[in-house]
């Protein structure tokens, strides 16, 4: 029996804790919108472009090279995060280089890679 198949058999225990919480809880509109934003980092090429980019600003052959993928895959997944303002470019001349949005991505990254990396007992 999973912990989900248990029937309490009563509307609710703790009615201050689920009052509570409730109070905390965000809008279904923003937990949508963060959901979208952790679907983001669920495709392993998007981490590998996010990750490079947390330790230098790149272009996007720069990219490839580093990666071992091709420019229209690169391309690609730097559109899907740019148009998420997960990263933003630069021109110089006829290159663009590509840095993380802010601050805030880079702190996502590393506080996952600390959690998969966590002894677990």
């Known amino acids: 029996m999973e912990i989900g198949d248990i029937d309490c058999g009563i509307r ?5 804790t689920v009052d509570s919480v409730k ?3 965000p809008k279904k509109e923003i937990s949508g ?3 979208d934003f952790f679907k983001l ?3 392993p090429s998007r981490i590998s472009i996010l990750w490079a980019l ?3 600003e790149m272009c996007v052959c720069d990219l490839c090279a580093l ?3 091709k420019q229209s895959a690169v391309s690609h997944q730097l559109k899907i995060l740019k148009h998420s303002r997960i990263v933003k470019n630069r021109r110089d001349g006829k290159v663009i280089y590509y840095t993380l949005d802010d601050d805030h991505i880079e702190g996502v990254l590393k506080l ?10």
Do not use: N, T, V, Y
Request: net charge negative; hydrophobic share 45%.
């Open 67 to 69: 990666l071992g993928m």
């Open 33 to 35: 919108w963060l959901a």
């Open 54 to 56: 947390s330790k230098a």
């Open 41 to 43: 980092f669920g495709d």
């Open 23 to 25: 109070r905390q809880m």
């Open 112 to 121: 996952g890679m600390r959690h998969i990396l966590e002894e677990k007992p």
């Open 12 to 16: 609710m225990i703790h009615e201050d």
